[in-house]
């Protein structure tokens, strides 16, 4: 049964259309995947199918009735609810005052209704129905936010989401900070929701999700329907096509090349967040994965190798123990990061393009350069720029055009455009294809495999373990803040196999020097 239709939807900005004739019909008991490049319209289409944004033209039909002013309170009217990609929970707060936050709760007694007192109780209680109805048992509601994990909290978003008789969820990149077991609690959850009859819409650049989950498949390029797909149809092939407009031969380009003999970047760090001292070394031209479920200490090992969050150790570079106190140490010593987020950490989104991508190098921390001027002369620094630029393939209007314009996938081209311009002995990624789209995401891979080509050793720290898997000629598998053990080769193994060395129960996979051969 047809919950929700959506026909020849139009919507333009300024003039310039970005959703044009957009058909999508959303049925009970059924996940339709939504994808598309960044910018092909996925975002406007969901605030307005929330009510957020008013469309132009086209019909939006509830239960076979054409909706009249359509907006927020008759999206929600009609059941129609979404959980965005950030968690949008305040951490100091219980679960079940998050729950309920900006709702009006009845109070429970005669006295607190004469007062029109909040009763806390009440909202404990009817937080635990709500999460009952979705089959969440174990999560305290009197918990504060801060002590849930990332998937307790999607839990929690998603029985908030449903409060008001949802009946179509839309989720938008759940599974982006989320660990293999995490994710397969998440996808749980949704097909429970499924057999009671609710409509899911699955938003995702994990293409595989799709065939593992979908019924129904929308591609959207360039604000049109480039394609729909049903049952069979929805393999990764078919919605590659349909995105990029051409066969994309694999989603991970071959590694082919091997390792140098000499090493170039050797450390022993500590964090306050890890166990204790980590130690690892990586060749000239060598990918090292680094994987864990999430609180494994991924992310700290990445900022501890350039001197973040006051972690300390040693650390050599072509055999020179150097100082990296700082990432600007780290820098100059030839170690550069790009961090976990690119939107906090790394992008500035009112400054334009052409600063972004000139930051490092105009501060001079390429390792070997001597700083005779305070700057490089403006012709050289913009020489340098267009030719990262143009070889990591950042697509932007103009050089004047604020960063914030860009889509995820090329603000991360400008990231990486902007640490290779630093000429880096050893490029550290942390979560490099987050919320980025699949074409984006082969740019990336393909860049990474590249430099390795060329001699630059890569820390590939991902939650993703099929780029993991794919990319790295040796991976660290770290749990509880400690390397549990090292895989000699990883594509030996088969991905199931892989991805279960990551729990305590891969364990049987180790030999006795905690290497998996």
């Known amino acids: 049964m047809s919950l929700i239709e959506i026909r020849g939807l139009y919507k333009a900005y300024s003039g310039v259309p970005v959703l044009k004739g957009v058909d999508l019909v959303l049925e009970a008991g059924t996940l339709t995947g939504l994808v598309g490049e960044n910018g092909a319209g996925k975002s406007t289409l969901i605030k307005i199918l929330t009510g957020l944004t008013r469309h132009d033209d086209g019909q939006i039909v509830v239960d076979g009735a054409p909706a009249g002013h359509w907006n927020e309170t008759e999206a929600r009217r009609a059941g129609i609810s979404v959980v965005h990609q950030e968690i949008q929970l305040v951490p100091g707060l219980t679960v079940a005052q998050n729950m309920f936050l900006g709702d009006r709760l009845p109070p429970s007694g005669p006295v607190a209704r004469v007062l029109s007192m909040r009763d806390d109780r009440s909202a404990e209680g009817r937080a635990r129905e709500l999460l009952a109805e979705i089959g ?71 293409l595989h999700e799709l065939e593992e989950l979908a019924h129904h498949v929308t591609v959207l390029r360039n604000g049109v329907v480039a394609a729909q797909l049903s049952g069979a149809q929805i393999t990764i092939p078919a919605m590659i096509r349909a995105m990029l407009d051409r066969d994309l031969d694999h989603q991970f380009p071959d590694v082919t090349h091997q390792p140098g003999a000499h090493t170039t970047l050797t450390a022993t760090v500590s964090h306050p967040r890890l166990a204790g001292e980590l130690s690892l070394s990586v060749r ?84 070997g350069r001597r700083r005779t001027s305070v700057l490089p002369k403006r012709p050289e620094i913009r020489a340098h720029f267009q030719e990262l630029v143009s070889a990591v393939g950042v697509r932007f209007a103009a050089e004047s055009q604020r960063a914030s314009g860009l889509s995820g996938g090329n603000q991360q081209k400008l990231v990486i455009s902007r640490a290779l311009s630093c000429s880096p002995r050893v490029l550290v990624l942390d979560e490099p294809t987050r919320g980025v789209d699949v074409g984006s995401r082969r740019d990336i891979y393909e860049i990474v495999v590249e430099q390795a080509r060329r001699g630059l050793s890569v820390v590939l720290v991902s939650s993703d373990t099929r780029e993991v898997f794919s990319l790295a000629h040796r991976v660290l598998v770290l749990q509880g803040g400690a390397i549990a053990h090292e895989i000699a080769d990883p594509r030996r193994l088969t991905h199931e196999q892989f991805a279960a060395s990551l729990s305590p129960r891969g364990a049987a996979l180790r030999t006795d020097h905690q290497e998996i051969a």
């Open 136 to 206: 969440v048992h174990t999560i305290d509601v009197r918990a504060k936010v801060a002590t849930l994990s990332p998937s307790q909290a999607q839990l929690v978003l998603i029985a908030r989401a449903l409060r008001h008789q949802g009946r179509v969820l839309i989720l938008d990149e759940p599974t982006a900070a989320l660990a293999e077991n995490e994710r397969d609690e998440l996808f749980a959850l949704v097909r429970r929701l499924l057999a009671r009859g609710t409509a899911v819409v699955l938003v995702t650049h994990h």
């Open 284 to 367: 000239a031209g060598e990918i090292l994965g680094v994987v864990g479920l999430l609180g494994a200490g991924k992310t700290e090992l990445a900022r501890s190798l350039v001197g973040l969050d006051g972690a300390v150790g040693t650390v050599s570079v072509e055999g020179n123990t150097v100082r990296t106190r700082d990432p600007r140490q780290a820098m100059r010593s030839g170690i550069v990061l790009v961090p976990e987020e690119r939107k906090e950490q790394a992008v500035v989104p009112d400054l334009s393009v052409y600063d972004n991508g000139v930051l490092s190098y105009v501060a001079g921390s390429s390792p």
